[in-house]
């Protein structure tokens, strides 16, 4: 008596990741946190948060309260170099501290 062995199918099984869902996350929190620091860094927002750059050419002359202490320049102690006796106004100086403006001005 022979045997005879039959043929068996042969069976693979292929597990592929199609993690599609987390990869979908990651490119949204990119571009959200990319959308976050543009708008960081456009804004006045950002410069309190991020800090300001400064340059050499200050901002005391501008008419504007920079530091929103209530002051803007001839009247806010920053934009002097001496603040105390309220001497040497300086366009070039920094309006910085928003804790020094006094409420009426000089």
């Not at 991020?50 to 001839?74: P, V, W």
Request: hydrophobic share 30%.
């Amino acid at each position: 008596m022979s045997e005879k062995s039959e043929p068996r199918p042969e069976i693979k099984v292929v597990v592929e990741s199609k993690d599609t869902a987390s990869k979908v996350i990651l490119i949204a929190l990119v571009i959200v946190l990319s959308g976050v620091l543009m708008a960081l860094l456009t804004t006045e927002a950002g410069e309190n948060i991020l800090g300001s750059a400064n340059d050499s050419s200050g901002n005391c002359g501008d008419g504007i309260d920079n530091d929103n202490g209530g002051q803007a320049d001839e009247d806010d102690p920053d934009c002097y170099n001496n603040p105390e006796l309220w001497e040497g106004y300086d366009e070039d100086r920094s309006e910085a501290n928003r804790d020094n403006d006094p409420p009426g001005g000089r």
